[in-house]
């Protein structure tokens, strides 16, 4: 069975860093792309970031490219998001995803959702 399990959602000030992590099990990243997705208060869910191992892909949205990293232990099963100079506008539910092998399809299209990491930012 597949499973994906965020942790290390926290509260952290304006300015500071948290990193997350996506361990993922019934799948291995030779197959499947990693998605991190973030829904915000009143806002609709946005792809941030996403690793392919296969397609040798990496993509950052705009408003993270920067300040946020992915990266992957595959050894782990694990994906990291590690969120630097963080903003109020960064907090949110953020979410791991799986597709086979693509990053770059619509959220609908991913096979397999975590359960999300609340992320919140103080002023």
């Known amino acids: 069975e597949v499973q994906l399990v965020e942790s290390g959602g926290g509260l952290v000030p304006t300015g500071g860093s948290l990193r997350l992590s996506c361990a993922a099990s019934g799948i291995t990243f030779d197959d499947y792309a990693i998605g991190w997705f973030r829904q915000a208060p009143g806002k609709e869910r946005e792809v941030i970031s996403c690793?392919?191992?296969?397609?040798?892909?990496?993509y950052y949205a705009d408003s993270v490219k920067g300040r946020f990293t992915i990266s992957s232990d595959d050894a782990k099963n694990t994906v990291y998001l590690q969120m630097n100079s963080l903003k109020p506008e960064d907090a949110a539910v953020y979410y791991c995803?799986?597709?086979?092998?693509?990053?770059?399809?619509?959220?609908?299209?991913?096979?397999?959702w975590g359960q999300g990491t609340q992320v919140t930012v103080s002023s």
């Open positions: 995803a799986a597709h086979a092998v693509f990053c770059n399809v619509h959220e609908n299209e991913y096979d397999y």
């Open positions: 690793i392919s191992k296969s397609d040798v892909t990496t």
